[in-house]
């Protein structure tokens, strides 16, 4: 089925849509695993009442909770959505003069991690946007407009080039020698009016305690560029911070630029960018009208996420930083019923939805300037201005307010993104994903592992504030939003369970063939055929839609690997450090990645080596699973091929086999190199003991 928006002709349209053609097999599939899944746990139930014992126990719980969260994953796989949109044909039926304003907000917390210059390039791409009276204009047609890429690629060179090129280099240095200062120096600053400036970075500033700036640094129309074309407005907004107030990380940042931008322009539609994340397609917001200017869908239509797309990933993608899964496959399956979820960077708002459903009254808010409907109409340096700007940045506005809760970006969870997309969809907001073949946007990926699995940590925890409480997505989210959409949204929510089974999996089999204890039907029962359906079709299946999709079989495998090393790691660290808030003995805090590129790490990465190198404890698991799956499959061979029976333990050979294969690399960091990126040797003690303790405790039971 092939629709497009209605009341155009077919030369005119702005958008298509039809559903996937792999949905009819997905669903064949979906009904003959889930036989298999039942049949499965029927197994298991005869065995546990023929003789119950704690192996069989857990491996029930284990495969209970994959059968979960495999049902969870079905929604997306019910009927993914195509989306095709056509700019070219937008501008007969909106003229130029008509384009929305748009605010664009580029969120960035620490330079240390976060290069001020990158930001910077992030801005200035854009800024670069093909969009009327405040665009940049299109000069020469240039796609790549973040500077830093544009230099690096293979640019047509002539005077005007590289003058520009010279200015950007100055520009670079002056930035990254003020950061390493700390502070700007008198010699760059050039004006009175600059030094009134630097003056608000007084010396007890820091980066917990300091008053609210904000900085006009382009005004539209005033400030024009080299071609007398007038430049967008920027705006720098540091809101107030005070260790005595939570300051909810990123989502309560975008919504003091909510508030800060509700005062000044009061665009009607929102882009949120990472910091990371530069624009790699001026024409990226043509595509967004063409959603929003159809009358039909425009009403309900809260948000239009681009995929997450990502540049310097290695060739394997051993981090599995690409993510296909979580920004394209599932948002396309969503994308079928009300649409994606909001990703937190590169997804256009209409402000309206920030605001309360689109069906409900408008929320109020506590000054008339921040409602949608408002017209900010004044000059935005003006006095009046700044001092109401200044004032909705203050720590203490949003006390005795809603926002956080009813309106703007949703608190509560660490994953801001997942739970406001989640909420305003239970608001009754719809969505669409648009997925250009061309990135719209490219972010940086972590290069070591460590803030791969960190990052990945947030992720778990994060949806899990949401699942623990009245939000959750099997019951709010089943009334308000349906089944499927909310099945969809509970994958995520209880991310972290999938701990459980990984772990089991990486440890019980193994310990059980150490001690010749057979936990899995015979090699020539029949019942194995099932475990090998199992198994081989959520592989198989996995595999085929990561390919599907745009992977390649190299990633998809790092994919799974390091699926499995979040199980073990990430997601148990996750769930430790939700237990450990709740019973209030530790903290959770948005450990922001980071994106600097040490040149050795940099260089390992690119060859694709493991990046180890720090003594953290989320090796520990990792490490300890690996050495003792690798010691169960050389007993288990051993005691085969010495003439022990095969049949009993088959398969558990062929499990611990499995994570050897996957493990390799981690051998590889424990013994082989000797680089920085080695798996530290204190990580290496530490889990052979941990490895030893499991089997001397398994041994004693
Ligand atoms: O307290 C904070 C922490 C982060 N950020 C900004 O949030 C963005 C994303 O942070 P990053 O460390 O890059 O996190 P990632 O894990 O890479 O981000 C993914 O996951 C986040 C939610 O966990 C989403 O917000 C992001 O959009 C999504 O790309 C960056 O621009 C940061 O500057 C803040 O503004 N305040
Ligand atoms: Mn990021």
């Not at 830093?148 to 590289?162: A, F, M, R």
């Not at 909510?258 to 539609?269: E, G």
């Not at 409907?373 to 720590?395: G, R």
Request: aromatic content about 12%; glycine content about 6%; proline content about 5%.
């Amino acid at each position: 089925m092939e629709r497009s928006n209605a009341g155009l002709t077919s030369r005119n349209v702005l958008h298509t849509s039809k559903y996937h053609p792999h949905a009819f097999y997905n669903r064949v599939f979906a009904v003959t695993y889930t036989l298999a899944i039942f049949a499965l746990l029927y197994h298991h139930a005869v065995a546990l009442l023929h003789s119950p014992n704690a192996p069989s126990i857990c491996l029930l719980i284990a495969d209970f909770i994959l059968a979960f969260m495999w049902s969870t994953t079905q929604s997306y796989r019910m009927r993914p959505m195509i989306r095709q949109v056509f700019p070219e044909n937008l501008e007969k039926s909106l003229s130029r003069r008509d384009f929305p304003p748009m605010d664009i907000f580029i969120c960035t917390a620490d330079p240390y991690k976060e290069p001020p210059i990158n930001v910077v390039n992030t801005a200035l791409s854009v800024m670069a946007y093909d969009y009327p009276t405040e665009k940049m204009s299109v000069k020469k047609n240039i796609m790549e407009r973040c500077p830093d890429v544009y230099l690096s690629s293979n640019y047509l060179q002539c005077s005007e080039t590289e003058e520009i090129k010279v200015m950007y280099e100055i520009m670079k240095t002056r930035v990254e020698y003020q950061l390493k200062r700390g502070k700007v120096s008198d010699e760059y600053i050039f004006s009175e009016q600059e030094r009134k400036i630097f003056d608000k970075w007084s010396n007890d500033f820091t980066p917990t305690n300091h008053p609210t700036l904000i900085q006009v640094l382009l005004e539209s129309c005033k400030d024009k560029d080299v071609s007398g074309t007038c430049m967008p407005n920027l705006i720098y907004v540091s809101r107030e911070k005070n260790s005595l107030f939570s300051h909810q990380y990123k989502a309560g940042a975008l919504n003091a630029l909510l508030r800060v931008s509700a005062i000044m322009t009061n665009a009607p539609l929102v882009l949120t960018l990472d910091c990371d994340m530069y624009s790699n397609d001026p024409t990226t917001p043509h595509r967004v009208l063409c959603y929003l200017s159809d009358a039909s869908i425009k009403p309900e239509l809260g948000y239009i996420q681009f995929p997450q797309r990502f540049h310097g990933l290695n060739k394997a993608d051993i981090y599995g930083s690409e993510f296909l899964r979580l920004n394209v496959c599932n948002p396309m399956g969503m994308d079928g019923f009300a649409g994606p979820n909001y990703g937190g960077s590169g997804c256009f708002f209409q402000r309206r939805a920030f605001f309360g459903g689109p069906s409900t009254i408008l929320f109020t808010t506590e000054i008339e300037e921040l409602s949608p409907n408002h017209i900010a109409d004044k000059p935005l340096a003006s006095e009046a201005i700044l001092q109401l700007a200044h004032h909705v940045a203050d720590c203490s506005y949003e006390n005795n307010t809603t926002w956080g809760t009813e309106i703007g970006l949703r608190y509560k969870s660490l994953s801001e993104d997942y739970y406001t997309g989640y909420r305003l969809q239970c608001d009754g907001w719809k969505s669409v994903l648009c997925h250009p073949d061309r990135p719209a946007f490219l972010g940086d990926i972590p290069i070591t592992l460590i803030d791969s699995l960190n990052q990945n940590k947030r992720w778990s925890v994060g949806p899990l504030d949401v699942a623990i409480s009245k939000y959750c997505p099997l019951t709010f989210g089943v009334s308000k939003i349906g089944f499927l959409m909310a099945y969809g949204y509970a994958y995520f929510a209880f991310l972290s369970s999938l701990s459980i089974p990984i772990t089991i999996y990486a440890f019980l089999p193994q310990l059980a063939l150490l001690a010749r204890v057979s936990v899995f039907p015979k090699a020539t029962d029949l019942w194995v055929c099932l475990y090998i359906f199992l198994f081989l079709g959520a592989y198989a299946q996995d595999c085929f839609d990561c390919i599907t999709y745009g992977g390649t079989l190299r990633r998809w495998w790092s994919e799974q690997r390091v699926w499995l090393a979040r199980g073990v790691s990430s997601y148990v660290f996750g769930l430790a450090e939700y237990i450990s808030k709740h019973l209030n003995i530790g903290m959770q805090g948005f450990n922001v990645t980071s994106k600097v590129f040490d040149e050795e790490q940099k260089k390992r990465y690119d060859q694709g080596k493991f990046e180890f190198g720090v003594p953290s404890p989320m090796f520990v698991p990792i490490a300890s699973a690996s050495i003792i799956n690798l010691v169960a499959f050389l007993d288990g061979s051993i005691h085969v091929l010495n003439g022990g029976s095969v049949d009993e333990l088959f398969v558990q050979i062929f499990v611990a086999g499995f994570a050897v294969l996957n493990s390799l690399p981690v051998y590889e960091a424990m013994v082989l190199r000797r680089d920085k990126g080695r798996m530290p040797t204190k990580i290496t003690v530490i889990s052979t003991f941990v490895a030893a303790a499991l089997y001397a405790a398994s041994v004693c039971i």
